[in-house]
């Protein structure tokens, strides 16, 4: 089983951007899946999970910025990132409850 993170790049602080990770196997629809963030010097930190009923979770520092969705039948999780800050700036890792870590997107937003 594998994920692939993609739509990472660099914007603006107030800009945004759209991340998605494609999931292979046919256990997408029963896993939680989630978005993970590292910064520089920094050890990796939750965003965003999603059960496999829908329910949103995400941390303090994105509530109201950001939005995790997912498309069962396109087996991809997305991640909304709206009103970016330089302090999103990262590589961003998806994983799931049944999947290893994806390879990672950057993220660089600039001030």
Same mark, same amino acid.
């Given at each position: ?6 739509? @990472?790049?660099?914007? *603006? /602080?107030? #800009?945004?951007? &759209?991340?998605?990770? =494609?999931?292979?196997? %046919?256990?997408? !629809?029963?896993?939680?899946? @989630?978005?993970?963030? *590292? /910064?520089? #010097?920094?050890? &990796?930190?939750?965003? =965003?999970?999603?059960? %496999?009923?829908? !329910? ?13 969705? &997912? ?41």
């Amino acid at each position: 089983v594998q994920l692939v993170e993609s739509g @990472g790049g660099l914007v *603006q /602080a107030g #800009g945004s951007l &759209r991340l998605s990770c =494609a999931a292979s196997g %046919s256990i997408f !629809s029963i896993s939680g899946m @989630g978005w993970y963030r *590292q /910064a520089p #010097g920094k050890q &990796r930190e939750l965003v =965003a999970v999603i059960t %496999s009923g829908g !329910s949103t979770n995400y941390a303090d520092s994105v509530k109201g910025r950001f939005t995790i969705s &997912r498309d069962n039948a396109k087996t991809t999780v997305y991640l909304q990132m709206n009103s970016l800050k330089p302090e999103d700036t990262g590589v961003y890792y998806c994983k799931g409850d049944y999947y290893d870590w994806g390879q990672g997107t950057q993220v660089t937003v600039s001030s």
